[in-house]
Protein backbone atom coordinates (compact mmCIF):
# COMPACT_ATOMS: atom_id res chain seq x y z
CA UNK A 1 0.00 0.00 0.00
CA UNK A 2 0.94 3.65 -0.74
CA UNK A 3 2.83 5.47 2.09
CA UNK A 4 4.37 8.02 1.10
CA UNK A 5 4.93 11.17 -1.67
CA UNK A 6 7.65 12.79 -1.68
CA UNK A 7 7.76 15.92 -3.84
CA UNK A 8 11.65 17.43 -4.09
CA UNK A 9 12.77 20.80 -4.96
CA UNK A 10 9.50 20.88 -7.69
CA UNK A 11 9.58 23.55 -10.38
CA UNK A 12 6.62 23.36 -12.60
CA UNK A 13 6.49 25.12 -15.98
CA UNK A 14 3.28 26.49 -18.07
CA UNK A 15 3.62 28.02 -21.36
CA UNK A 16 6.82 30.08 -21.20
CA UNK A 17 5.89 31.01 -17.52
CA UNK A 18 7.79 29.41 -14.10
CA UNK A 19 4.92 29.10 -11.95
CA UNK A 20 7.16 27.54 -8.82
CA UNK A 21 10.04 26.21 -7.87
CA UNK A 22 12.26 24.74 -4.92
CA UNK A 23 8.41 23.16 -3.64
CA UNK A 24 9.40 20.11 -1.30
CA UNK A 25 6.42 18.53 0.68
CA UNK A 26 6.11 14.83 2.51
CA UNK A 27 2.26 13.78 2.46
CA UNK A 28 2.20 11.01 4.58
CA UNK A 29 -0.46 8.15 5.26
CA UNK A 30 -3.25 9.73 7.31
CA UNK A 31 -2.67 12.77 6.45
CA UNK A 32 -4.27 15.17 4.60
CA UNK A 33 -2.88 18.75 2.91
CA UNK A 34 -4.50 21.66 1.50
CA UNK A 35 -3.31 23.45 -1.29
CA UNK A 36 -3.95 27.24 -1.17
CA UNK A 37 -2.59 29.99 -3.46
CA UNK A 38 -3.65 32.58 -5.86
CA UNK A 39 -5.63 31.50 -8.91
CA UNK A 40 -3.15 30.06 -11.56
CA UNK A 41 -0.73 29.89 -8.79
CA UNK A 42 -0.12 25.99 -10.11
CA UNK A 43 -2.18 24.28 -7.24
CA UNK A 44 -4.19 22.66 -9.72
CA UNK A 45 -0.66 21.77 -12.07
CA UNK A 46 0.76 20.52 -8.87
CA UNK A 47 -2.35 17.88 -8.42
CA UNK A 48 -1.44 17.05 -12.20
CA UNK A 49 2.44 16.26 -12.15
CA UNK A 50 1.69 14.10 -9.01
CA UNK A 51 -0.86 12.18 -10.94
CA UNK A 52 1.98 12.07 -13.75
CA UNK A 53 -0.09 14.15 -16.36
CA UNK A 54 2.45 16.60 -16.21
CA UNK A 55 6.13 16.45 -16.21
CA UNK A 56 7.90 18.79 -13.09
CA UNK A 57 10.51 21.28 -15.21
CA UNK A 58 12.79 20.74 -12.11
CA UNK A 59 13.01 18.50 -9.23
CA UNK A 60 11.38 14.92 -8.39
CA UNK A 61 7.86 13.16 -7.35
CA UNK A 62 8.24 9.64 -5.58
CA UNK A 63 6.10 7.31 -4.06
CA UNK A 64 6.71 4.86 -1.28
CA UNK A 65 5.08 1.64 0.20
CA UNK A 66 5.27 -0.31 3.20
CA UNK A 67 8.40 -2.11 1.80
CA UNK A 68 10.07 0.90 0.38
CA UNK A 69 10.11 2.68 -3.36
CA UNK A 70 7.66 2.30 -5.50
CA UNK A 71 8.07 2.60 -9.37
CA UNK A 72 5.77 5.95 -10.21
CA UNK A 73 3.73 4.09 -12.79
CA UNK A 74 3.00 1.65 -10.59
CA UNK A 75 1.90 3.78 -8.20
CA UNK A 76 0.25 5.94 -10.15
CA UNK A 77 -1.60 3.44 -11.77
CA UNK A 78 -2.96 1.44 -9.00
CA UNK A 79 -2.81 3.92 -5.46
CA UNK A 80 -4.46 7.18 -6.47
CA UNK A 81 -7.52 8.49 -7.88
CA UNK A 82 -8.16 12.08 -9.79
CA UNK A 83 -11.07 14.42 -9.51
CA UNK A 84 -10.27 17.45 -11.02
CA UNK A 85 -12.72 20.38 -12.36
CA UNK A 86 -13.60 18.76 -15.07
CA UNK A 87 -15.24 15.45 -13.57
CA UNK A 88 -14.45 13.50 -16.86
CA UNK A 89 -17.72 11.75 -16.87
CA UNK A 90 -19.65 10.44 -20.24
CA UNK A 91 -22.71 12.78 -20.80
CA UNK A 92 -24.28 10.04 -22.80
CA UNK A 93 -24.01 7.08 -20.56
CA UNK A 94 -26.85 6.86 -17.63
CA UNK A 95 -25.36 7.87 -14.20
CA UNK A 96 -25.07 3.95 -12.91
CA UNK A 97 -23.67 3.09 -16.22
CA UNK A 98 -20.79 5.89 -16.25
CA UNK A 99 -20.22 4.84 -12.02
CA UNK A 100 -20.03 1.15 -12.96
CA UNK A 101 -17.61 1.85 -15.55
CA UNK A 102 -15.01 3.66 -14.10
CA UNK A 103 -15.48 1.67 -10.89
CA UNK A 104 -14.67 -1.36 -13.05
CA UNK A 105 -11.63 -0.11 -14.93
CA UNK A 106 -9.93 1.32 -11.84
CA UNK A 107 -10.19 -2.16 -10.36
CA UNK A 108 -13.38 -1.71 -7.91
CA UNK A 109 -16.18 -4.08 -7.98
CA UNK A 110 -20.22 -3.68 -8.94
CA UNK A 111 -20.82 -3.71 -4.81
CA UNK A 112 -18.17 -1.45 -3.97
CA UNK A 113 -20.32 0.98 -6.83
CA UNK A 114 -23.66 0.30 -4.94
CA UNK A 115 -21.97 1.07 -1.64
CA UNK A 116 -21.18 4.50 -3.18
CA UNK A 117 -24.36 5.08 -4.48
CA UNK A 118 -26.03 4.75 -0.67
CA UNK A 119 -23.63 6.63 1.25
CA UNK A 120 -23.35 9.61 -1.62
CA UNK A 121 -27.19 9.55 -1.70
CA UNK A 122 -26.96 9.33 -5.68
CA UNK A 123 -29.93 6.09 -5.67
CA UNK A 124 -32.44 8.25 -7.97
CA UNK A 125 -30.54 9.61 -9.94
CA UNK A 126 -28.96 6.48 -11.14
CA UNK A 127 -31.48 5.73 -14.36
CA UNK A 128 -30.45 9.28 -15.43
CA UNK A 129 -28.12 10.51 -18.38
CA UNK A 130 -25.30 12.35 -17.09
CA UNK A 131 -26.22 15.35 -18.68
CA UNK A 132 -29.29 16.01 -16.87
CA UNK A 133 -27.31 16.25 -13.84
CA UNK A 134 -26.92 19.26 -12.26
CA UNK A 135 -23.09 20.60 -11.01
CA UNK A 136 -23.54 19.32 -7.85
CA UNK A 137 -25.18 15.57 -8.63
CA UNK A 138 -22.16 14.92 -10.95
CA UNK A 139 -19.57 15.90 -8.86
CA UNK A 140 -21.10 13.53 -6.26
CA UNK A 141 -20.45 11.17 -9.30
CA UNK A 142 -17.55 11.42 -9.87
CA UNK A 143 -16.71 11.20 -6.46
CA UNK A 144 -18.30 7.84 -5.67
CA UNK A 145 -15.41 6.41 -7.66
CA UNK A 146 -13.10 7.16 -4.70
CA UNK A 147 -15.46 4.89 -2.24
CA UNK A 148 -16.31 2.10 -4.98
CA UNK A 149 -12.68 1.53 -5.94
CA UNK A 150 -10.32 2.34 -3.14
CA UNK A 151 -7.16 3.92 -3.13
CA UNK A 152 -4.78 5.31 -1.25
CA UNK A 153 -3.87 9.08 -2.25
CA UNK A 154 -6.85 11.04 -3.47
CA UNK A 155 -6.06 13.94 -5.49
CA UNK A 156 -9.08 16.73 -5.10
CA UNK A 157 -9.41 19.78 -7.34
CA UNK A 158 -12.14 22.26 -4.87
CA UNK A 159 -13.86 18.56 -4.52
CA UNK A 160 -16.76 20.84 -2.88
CA UNK A 161 -17.20 23.53 -4.85
CA UNK A 162 -20.47 22.26 -6.50
CA UNK A 163 -21.70 20.85 -3.44
CA UNK A 164 -24.64 21.84 -1.73
CA UNK A 165 -24.46 21.92 2.32
CA UNK A 166 -26.00 18.67 3.28
CA UNK A 167 -23.68 16.76 0.50
CA UNK A 168 -20.34 19.11 1.76
CA UNK A 169 -21.17 17.20 4.88
CA UNK A 170 -21.45 14.12 4.02
CA UNK A 171 -18.18 14.11 1.95
CA UNK A 172 -16.50 15.62 4.87
CA UNK A 173 -17.33 12.72 6.92
CA UNK A 174 -15.81 10.32 3.60
CA UNK A 175 -12.63 12.28 3.71
CA UNK A 176 -12.06 12.56 7.54
CA UNK A 177 -12.98 8.13 7.26
CA UNK A 178 -10.36 7.80 4.74
CA UNK A 179 -7.64 10.54 6.54
CA UNK A 180 -8.92 7.92 9.78
CA UNK A 181 -8.32 4.81 7.58
CA UNK A 182 -4.25 5.46 6.73
CA UNK A 183 -5.38 7.32 3.51
CA UNK A 184 -3.80 10.67 1.81
CA UNK A 185 -5.31 13.85 0.63
CA UNK A 186 -3.70 16.11 -1.36
CA UNK A 187 -6.67 19.10 -2.06
CA UNK A 188 -6.66 22.00 -4.27
CA UNK A 189 -9.04 24.56 -2.29
CA UNK A 190 -9.83 28.31 -1.75
CA UNK A 191 -12.18 27.30 1.35
CA UNK A 192 -10.91 25.40 3.96
CA UNK A 193 -11.59 21.53 4.03
CA UNK A 194 -13.81 20.14 6.53
CA UNK A 195 -11.19 18.23 8.25
CA UNK A 196 -8.08 18.54 10.22
CA UNK A 197 -4.78 19.21 7.66
CA UNK A 198 -2.39 21.37 6.84
CA UNK A 199 -1.72 23.92 4.81
CA UNK A 200 0.54 24.62 2.06
CA UNK A 201 0.77 27.92 -0.09
CA UNK A 202 1.84 27.93 -3.60
CA UNK A 203 3.24 30.80 -4.78
CA UNK A 204 6.56 32.24 -6.92
Do not use: C
Not at 21 to 49: F, H, Q
Not at 77 to 92: E, Q, R
Amino acid sequence: MLRVVRIKDLALVRGERRLFSGLTLDLNAGEAVALIGRNGAGKTSLLRAVAGLLRPAEGAIGFEGEQGALEAEAARADHLHMVGHLDGLKAARTAWEELVFQTLWTGGTEAGARAAVARLDLTRLLDLEVRRLSAGQRRRLALARLLASPRALWLLDEPMAPLDAAHREIFGAVMAEHVAGGGMILAAVHDPLPIAARTVEISR
